[in-house]
């Protein structure tokens, strides 16, 4: 996926890729590893602002 980011070709379907599967991932280790968690039930909290960052940067005013 960094190389398809680093690309640049197909943004938004990378963006939306990338946000579903960071949000998809974070739900299954909260469920299933939540002691393995470095922040615990915080990590949540991380997931959706760098979510957010994403979406931001790829579907924002500024966006390319």
């Known amino acids: ?18 946000i579903a599967l960071v949000g998809t991932l974070n739900v299954l280790e909260t469920w299933l590893a939540l002691d393995f968690l470095l922040w615990g039930p915080w990590n949540l909290l991380f997931a959706l602002g760098f979510m957010g960052v994403v979406a931001w940067t790829n579907f924002g005013k500024h966006a390319a």
């Open 1 to 18: 996926m960094a190389v398809w980011v680093w690309s640049g070709l197909y943004r938004k379907i990378n963006a939306w890729l990338q």
